[in-house]
């Protein structure tokens, strides 16, 4: 009976009850997803009891007692890592939780749907039918990709829209992830190498100061890692193993037999003995029980493997080309969720024995470590989910650019297509095709495609700015 009843209070202040209504329901919306979201994304590490890991980790956990540089490992991540070990890592997870939450929002906002109920639903279709909930459960880097890519979106289109202080945030952020991953460092360039490139001829759309602003996060991610590398190691050296990897995909391909067979003849390379006997895989040779570890692993065999790189580039360019097309198409189609997840991880585990004792038992009972994680059932939904969503975010952007004049959401699908594309050439030409690769940005293209969904229910409101600064 008070809906559109005005009351008069004591100091001639005029409050309308329908309006303090809708305050006091969108303020419990506010909590309600604040609490809920998090909770939702942290729903794989609450239920298997500790933080999901996955092989790699163990190199990352490291940096911090090992005081040297490894292949692919990132020291900043390292560290990282090292500040949530007493809290058995929940700290990191708590982070990376929260950081999606804000993330989610502040895109939500930009795109006119800040309301916490429509953020709400939005995240928990994203949690159902993406990889979204395991990367935020997993102490990887491949949380932060996805969320650097639209932290960017948001620094370089949408900055005159945040605060100076979500801008320091989101600066810190890009930057941090940008230190993680050399991949993600990578997409990141290409995207701020192609909003200089489309600048000319997007009338405005696109700032001069934003695109600095997106840029410099890549530098400062560099000089990030860089002095993280010193801290920890007394070099001033970038992460290395970049030929390493690159020698494993060419040698995946048949490339590197190729070349031993025709330059063995003449050359005496610690390979040559062993041409017959090559690993089939990438993993196989650098991870397994291969010559690799025989010859010396990266140490003994790294300025072979990048003589080799540099040398079958220049001699089979046509065939590196195939390859390389061929890698990225693959790297496209791989985005199922769990790889690495629910498989023996050794190296993990050893890692934590030697220098993080009090983290076995807890880490021991965890459900992960009693291979109770079988991801069949769950890809069923991911992989068809992720498929589409990247096919129809490409057409979301092709949409857009016929129609023109190109709005938010249009910008938005292409920054996504070409972070797609860029993040399946790099990891599928340097690494080779992965589902982890996939995984971790195809999660965006669904949210994407659930923006312009909820766009054509409801319309952008400008001033539904609840969770907006």
Not at 215 to 236: C, D, E, K, P, W
Request: aromatic letters at 10%; charged letters at 10%; hydrophobic letters at 50%.
């Amino acid at each position: 009976m008070f809906r559109g009843m005005v009351w008069q209070t004591g100091r001639g202040n005029v409050i309308n009850t329908q309006v303090l209504r809708g305050r006091i329901t969108d303020s419990r919306s506010v909590w309600i997803a604040a609490i809920a979201i998090p909770l939702m994304l942290l729903a794989p590490a609450l239920w298997n009891g500790y933080p999901l890991l996955q092989w790699d980790t163990g190199g990352y956990l490291a940096r911090w007692y090992e005081g040297y540089l490894v292949p692919s490992r990132s020291t900043a991540f390292g560290i990282y890592l090292h500040f949530g070990e007493d809290s058995s890592f929940w700290i990191n997870l708590g982070i990376q939780a929260l950081a999606t939450l804000w993330i989610l929002q502040l895109t939500l906002g930009a795109m006119g749907l800040a309301q916490p109920l429509r953020l709400l639903v939005i995240s928990l279709v994203l949690i159902i039918t993406t990889a979204l909930p395991w990367l935020a459960s997993m102490l990887l880097t491949d949380i932060f990709t996805g969320l650097s890519v639209l932290s960017l979106f948001i620094l370089v289109v949408q900055g005159n829209r945040t605060s100076t202080i979500e801008k320091c945030l989101l600066f810190t952020l890009t930057a941090f992830a940008a230190a993680t991953h050399s991949a993600t460092l990578g997409v990141l360039f290409g995207l701020c190498c192609v909003g200089w490139i489309a600048r000319p001829f997007l009338r405005g759309r696109i700032t001069a100061l934003g695109l600095t602003q997106g840029s410099l996060t890549i530098t400062a991610g560099a000089a990030m890692l860089l002095l993280a590398n010193f801290a920890l190691s007394g070099q001033v050296a970038w992460t290395p193993g970049g030929y390493g990897v690159a020698f494993g995909r060419m040698l995946q391909d048949g490339i590197v037999a190729h070349y031993l067979r025709e330059h063995c003849p003449r050359q005496k390379l610690n390979l040559c003995p062993y041409l017959d006997q090559l690993p089939a895989t990438a993993d196989q040779f650098l991870w397994g029980n291969s010559m690799f570890n025989t010859l010396g692993r990266f140490k003994g065999l790294n300025d072979e493997m990048s003589f080799i790189v540099l040398h079958s580039l220049i001699e089979y360019p046509a065939k590196q080309a195939d390859a390389a097309l061929a890698a990225t198409a693959q790297q496209l189609v791989h985005v199922g969720t769990g790889e690495g997840i629910n498989e023996w991880i050794g190296h993990t585990y050893g890692i934590i024995e030697r220098y993080i004792p009090t983290q076995v038992g807890p880490m021991r009972a965890a459900n992960q470590q009693r291979w109770r994680l079988d991801f069949t059932a769950v890809n069923y939904v991911h992989i068809p989910v992720a498929l589409a969503s990247m096919l129809l975010v490409v057409l979301l952007f092709g949409r857009g650019l016929w129609r023109r004049p190109l709005d938010d959401l249009t910008l938005l699908a292409g920054a996504i297509t070409f972070a797609l594309l860029g993040n399946a050439f790099i990891c599928g030409v340097i690494s080779g095709p992965h589902d982890r690769y996939g995984a971790r940005l195809a999660w965006v293209a669904t949210f994407v495609v659930l923006i312009f969904a909820a766009r054509q229910f409801v319309a952008p409101d400008d001033t539904d700015d609840l969770l907006m600064p």
